[in-house]
């Protein structure tokens, strides 16, 4: 038995109902849920509010608590009294057995769940000190998978995302899942506000969500991206400080991250270093040796490939694909041919992975007939293309050869069903147009994406807007870049680089404005300009007569940290 203090303390601790919430258990109680949940108060609430808009159960719910309430002092009331309540709010036999999990919230029957696209739009278009109240309604359902969605469409709006995350943070009965603190911390450290990812690490460590393995990539990858790959190692050996256990899975993850930011000599050292803790695998080596063939050293590869096999592992067809990539990607294609072939020799099981390297590559290096003969060679052996193995044979034939051959393979490919086109696919397509200087076929694919139920991607586009600028017509860029805001698919960098040259082309005094309320919205959208991209900006206002309008752009820049020029304005 407990002591009264212990009693007290303990009852202080728990989680108090609200008034509103308090006569709503009253109802609950009449169900047979004996402990509910806080998620069923919430739940069941929603679901007597919602009722209570179609029947006349307001009366009867006052008469149901009135009732409830007198138990306490009078009899218990019969049975008959309450009949009505049976039917009025149906609880399944498992929501009776099992409180509801805190990461799902239920909403009402027969209400309409909203979609991702509109809840993002919700979040974009809603003032922040209101937008608790519209996540909080209880017609949206939510779930990791629901979040994780939003978060994605917002993945180029990073304030709006992590203000979303942080709102909805303080849900009464939704709890964020790893996946979306992994996105958020992902966001974050995009934005190079590195406190608030970490932030996010001690809330995710404080909820008991984390951190996990994929947690410390996501920061490690951003730190290396952005020049600092000794804090990328400095993550991964800081691991175990945060509860995370270091194996070799997460080891492996660390140098692939080092290799493809071209810091591979970084990642061979601490292979050495560490080969002594963890027990390496053809993966490791395989990730060592693929970053020196990013860099074109594929003698150093091949030494790699050599100390695996003195220690006793076997390559595999991941390390012999590498190793052909490596030559195709050094112009190394007699090379790259007879490695081909004496994997063919050896009986090595060639793979899709194979017939696309070797299809890419000759096409690179301009042998397009080449390209076409392995195609029909992977086709007559049984291997079939995979979407990846015919993205690379059009994207040869729109750079190599012509984009009226592309769209006949393309063509081919939807009539034979060789593989479904993706969003690269028409990417790829529409680029060649554009190459070419047809534009109204190019936005004639791209109406055809949505007509198969594909989405224009940021990347379609920005390969629009490019060449419309390139060719003088900045109006239907400009008119391309609103209409992404209609879709709504949200800009990135990329976009607003491309925007912010193009206005230079006329050298206009409105240009150079719009220009600068291009840097601006980037910068409010959590992107950070170049110091190059800042000056230029600077400069064109200046001279062009927007001294006050320069001032502006000076004060942001000083905000984003970036150092503020001497002008004389």
Known sequence: MMSEIESERYTSQRWRPTEDQTKMMTNIYNYGVTHPSRAQVVEIASRLRAFSEATEYNALSKASTKGAFERKSEKAPKMSQKRFRLHLLPLSKKHRQFPLPRNVVTVCDGVQQPSDATIANLVLESDPLTLSEA????????????????????????????????????????????????????????????????????????????????????????????????????????????????????????????????????????LKT????????????????????????????????????????????????????????????????????????????????????????????????????????????????????????????????SVENAVVVFEEMMRKGLCVPNVVTYNVVIRGFCHVGDMERALGFMRRMGEHGLRCSVQTYNVVIRYFCDAGEIEKGLEMFEKMRDEPCLPNLDTYNVLISAMFLRKKSEDLVVAGKLLMEMVDRGFLPRKFTFNRVLNGLVITGNQDFAKEILRMQSRCGRIVRRLKL
């Open 274 to 401: 560490f080969r002594s803790r963890f027990k390496l695998d053809c993966v490791s080596y395989n990730i060592i040796a693929n970053g020196y063939c990013l860099i074109k050293r594929t003698p150093m590869a091949l030494n790699v490939l050599k100390d695996m096999v003195q220690r006793g592992i076997n390559p595999t067809m991941v390390t012999y694909n590498t190793l052909l990539k490596g030559y195709f990607r050094s112009n190394q294609i007699k090379e790259a041919w007879e490695f081909y072939l004496e994997m063919k020799k050896r009986k090595c099981e060639i793979d899709v992975v194979t017939y696309t390297t070797v299809i890419h590559g000759f096409g690179v290096a301009g042998e397009v007939k080449k390209s076409r003969r392995v195609f029909d060679a992977m086709v007559k052996e049984g291997v079939a293309p995979s979407v990846a193995t015919c993205n690379a044979l059009i994207q040869v034939l729109c750079k190599k050869d």
């Open 135 to 270: 996540l909080f309604k209880p017609t949206i359902q939510w779930a990791p998978e629901l979040v994780n969605k939003v978060l994605k469409r917002l993945w180029n709006h990073g304030p709006k995302a992590l203000q979303f995350f942080k709102h909805l943070d303080r849900h009464p009965a939704y709890i964020h899942c790893a996946s979306s603190f992994d996105h958020a911390i992902d966001i974050a450290a995009r934005m190079h506000d590195y406190n608030a990812a970490w932030a996010l690490v001690g809330r995710m460590r404080s909820l008991r969500r984390g951190p996990t393995p994929r947690t410390f990539a996501i920061l490690a990858e951003r730190y290396a991206a952005n020049g600092k790959p000794h804090r990328a190692v400095r993550t991964f050996l800081s691991m175990h400080e945060h509860g995370c256990r270091q194996d070799l899975n997460s080891f492996n993850t660390v140098l692939d991250i080092l290799c493809k930011s071209k810091r591979v000599e970084m990642a061979h050292t601490l």
